[in-house]
């Protein structure tokens, strides 16, 4: 099993920034996909960013050039830095690992974390 634990969500103004980080704990896979998916209130939860184990990184058009995810294999962390927030990124964040046994997808989630962008 693996655990997410996600941290860093909370109130800011538009144009602020925030941070989000997901520890993982549990069992490892030397191949897998961390990422970012976001659910507002009435709407399906989608993707926000990904990235690999070797670092490569994908992104929804709409947080192109304001988001940043990182990740430090080392402390099995993955990072969303999140500038220039908008109204419209106000969600709940939720931390998402995908590893492989054997070929076979074993995706996993953490509990969310609320992110509100207001004035």
């Known amino acids: 099993q693996v655990q997410l634990v996600e941290s860093g969500g909370g109130l800011v103004q538009p144009g602020g920034s925030l941070r989000l980080s997901c520890a993982a704990s549990?069992?490892?896979?030397?191949?897998?996909?961390m990422g970012w998916y976001r659910q507002a209130p009435g709407k399906q939860r989608n993707l926000v960013a990904t990235?690999?184990?070797?670092?490569?990184?994908n992104y929804a058009d709409s947080v192109k050039g304001r988001f940043t995810i990182s990740r430090d294999n080392a402390k099995n962390t993955v990072y969303l830095q999140m500038n220039s927030l908008k109204p419209e990124d106000t969600a709940v964040y939720y931390c998402?690992?995908?590893?492989?046994?054997?070929?076979?997808?074993?995706?996993?989630w953490g509990q969310g974390t609320q992110v509100t962008v207001s004035s």
């Open positions: 549990g069992r490892s896979f030397s191949i897998n996909v």
């Open positions: 998402n690992l995908v590893g492989w046994e054997e070929l076979v997808p074993l995706d996993y």
């Open positions: 990235i690999t184990s070797g670092g490569s990184t």
